[in-house]
């Protein structure tokens, strides 16, 4: 059964970081894609990242590229979320998906396993 678990979210000052972490359990096949998302209240769900397990190849959308940085560590099954130079336009909740297949997606649907999500505030 695969589980996702994020942690790290929180508030912060525009301009600040903070790192969020994903603690995965049976999704560590190197198939897998390990994906960040975010969603902020009402609007659509968006990609913000990924990563294979396997390889470490990333991903990122276009608003958080120079600013956020995915990395994984295989021996503790974790996928981590670094986000420096924070907007209050980041403002959303956070979540942690694993995407079995051989795809590069950055769309949601496509996205098998999901965590609950951590809210990160970033205030102006």
């Known amino acids: 059964q695969a589980q996702l678990v994020e942690s790290g979210g929180g508030l912060v000052q525009a301009g600040g970081s903070l790192r969020l972490a994903c603690a995965a359990s049976?999704?560590?096949?190197?198939?897998?894609?390990m994906g960040w998302f975010r969603q902020a209240p009402g609007k659509e769900r968006e990609f913000v990242a990924a990563?294979?397990?396997?390889?470490?190849?990333?991903y990122y959308a276009d608003s958080v590229k120079g600013r956020f940085t995915i990395s994984g560590d295989n021996a503790k099954n974790t996928v981590y979320l670094q986000m420096n130079s924070l907007k209050p336009e980041d403002t959303a909740v956070y979540y942690c998906?694993?995407?079995?297949?051989?795809?590069?997606?950055?769309?949601?649907?496509?996205?098998?396993?999901w965590g609950q999500g951590t809210q990160v505030t970033v205030s102006s």
């Open positions: 990563i294979r397990w396997l390889g470490g190849t990333t």
């Open positions: 049976g999704v560590t096949s190197i198939r897998y894609l």
């Open positions: 998906a694993a995407d079995r297949s051989l795809r590069n997606s950055r769309l949601p649907a496509d996205y098998d396993y």
